[in-house]
């Protein structure tokens, strides 16, 4: 097979990529809703704590950014090295360069996890600054891409700028920002309790400590159930722990632990009520956030992150005003919308672990739920263009052939590519009575850049990779009294396969889960 040589200069390559993160941003900037104050979330549709907005809070956003990058700055500087400088801080011509051209754009080659979780959990405290300052979820969203910037030029000034790191830290900062904070604006909405403090506090700290009188006396008037969790935000908190049974690549078995947690809101005021009509569906109004591990032998053999975020959307419902034997009223409801997503996903493998970093950057969102006395049901689907960090499994096993060949920077150093990509994910749900069961699914498929990297014109095969992977689960449940405890038995379908010119490598792998779950 002939593999193409693509020449291209590094300035063209970097002036394209900064017109693709300019659109980008101010595409995702115009559909959120450039909210400024937290009064902007707080209309009739919405379930957030119509609570006191913090004075001044374009005063205390910007202080509080620039603390935490004094703090980045403090941290980062106190633990360089002369030699780790890619340009240097003192020439005025190299600054005015950086600040005013496109030389120094490229793709870097950092350690996968620097940029696959350092990055996205910064973008996340810069979200989580605005937002607990005062900001709804468009001016938090322009905070994180200002303060992520900044940092590029003025934090980093003794290193180029990554293309990856402009992209990942306000997108990822935004998706698992506005999950964590609704997460937290449901528990400090609920009574008073150190549960519901301490909840609060992990995972919307900001606005806890800004006005924090869960912690003290009760922020929201009643209902409440008998955990003490307001009534009028829909949930489903979960933890879960079992024993799992592991074939990869029709080895030998593994025999894992399996544990996690999950969290899903809808914080609309409408969403399966009693009534009938539409509504907007806001930012950040349907969220998940989740994570789970596999471990063997007191070791991470696995580790799965999710977040979700709606961006903006319809709300269709007709549900009857009488509330059947479940308790909940019968009807249906549909969204429709666009959304983002986050997926960290990490495996040891017999040949590499296996890692991957996929960021949903917008795409539509469907989700169709129903119930009528015992029987309910609910179906999404959503898809996304992507953007990812991969490790290649085909460059793991291809690798010796390319010894004396200079080939992409980060595959050649850390064995990962950073690609664009399609993003699916469906489920369905049914349940009956105490009975349920559930499908999903997930495939990503990525192809690779080729461009801007950080040694473009020294690139002798400047090959493409393309990898896919789809993650398939079947499982039922049974909730006994619809009590709290829930029992499951899980199939897990997991294929990969990752392909470069020459090489194309497969892994397949099964596991069956038995676990014990507390279901809120």
Request: hydrophobic fraction near 40%; aromatic fraction near 12%.
């Amino acid at each position: 097979m002939r593999i193409p040589f693509i020449p291209s200069s590094r300035r063209r390559a970097a002036r394209g990529w900064r017109s693709r993160a300019l659109v980008l941003w101010l595409g995702l900037a115009t559909v959120l809703p450039a909210a400024t104050s937290r009064a902007a979330v707080n209309e009739e549709n919405d379930t957030e704590s119509p609570s006191k907005n913090p004075p001044r809070p374009y005063l205390r956003v910007f202080l509080g950014e620039l603390t935490f990058l004094a703090l980045q700055g403090a941290w980062y500087w106190g633990h360089q090295e002369p030699s780790e400088s890619e340009i240097a801080v003192g020439s005025g011509s190299t600054w005015g360069a950086k600040l005013f051209s496109d030389r120094y754009f490229t793709f870097d080659q950092d350690k996968f996890n620097t940029n696959a979780v350092g990055h996205p959990v910064a973008g996340l405290l810069y979200y989580q600054i605005a937002r607990g300052s005062g900001l709804g979820a468009g001016g938090s969203f322009l905070a994180a891409v200002a303060a992520s910037t900044a940092w590029k030029y003025f934090g980093e000034m003794n290193q180029k700028i990554s293309i990856n790191d402009l992209i990942v830290t306000p997108a990822a900062g935004w998706v698992l920002g506005e999950a964590s904070y609704r997460l937290g604006s449901f528990f400090a909405d609920g009574e008073p309790s150190f549960a519901n403090c301490f909840g609060a506090v992990v995972f919307s700290p900001v606005a806890t400590l800004t006005e924090s009188p869960v912690c003290k006396s009760r922020r929201r008037d009643p209902p409440f159930d008998r955990l003490g969790f307001s009534r009028r935000t829909w949930h489903q908190l979960s933890i879960w722990l079992g024993p799992a049974h592991t074939v990869v690549d029709g080895g030998a078995p593994r025999d894992e632990t399996s544990f996690g947690l999950g969290a899903r809101i809808a914080a609309n005021a409408y969403y399966q009520r009693p009534g009938r009509g539409a509504s907007t569906a806001k930012p950040g109004q349907w969220t998940s956030l989740g994570a789970g591990w596999l471990m063997n032998n007191g070791t991470i053999d696995g580790v799965a992150v999710h977040a979700d975020s709606l961006i903006v959307g319809r709300y269709l419902r007709d549900y009857g005003d009488v509330v059947g034997p479940s308790g909940e009223p019968d009807g249906r409801g549909l969204l429709v919308g666009l959304g983002s997503s986050f997926d960290y996903d990490g495996r040891s493998l017999p040949t590499v672990y296996d890692r991957t970093l996929a960021l949903g950057l917008g795409g539509p969102v469907v989700e169709l739920e129903a119930r009528r006395g015992r029987f309910a049901g609910r179906a999404t689907f959503a898809a996304s263009y992507g953007f990812a960090q991969v490790t290649s499994l085909a460059w793991a096993q291809a690798a010796p052939q390319f010894a004396d060949v200079q080939v992409k920077s980060e595959l050649q150093l850390q064995g990962y590519y950073f690609a664009q990509g399609l993003l699916i994910f469906a489920s369905l749900e049914a349940e009956l009575g105490d009975l349920r069961l559930r499908f999903d699914g997930r495939g990503q498929s990525f192809w690779s850049f080729n461009s801007a990297d950080d040694h473009q014109s020294q690139i002798q095969n400047n090959f493409s990779l393309h990898d896919n992977q789809a993650f398939l689960t079947a499982s039922g449940a049974v909730q006994p009294l619809r009590g709290p405890v829930r029992l499951t038995i899980q199939l897990d379908d997991i294929l990969r396969s990752s392909r470069l010119p020459g090489t194309l490598v497969r892994s397949s792998e099964q596991r069956i889960i038995g676990s014990a779950a507390l279901v809120f």
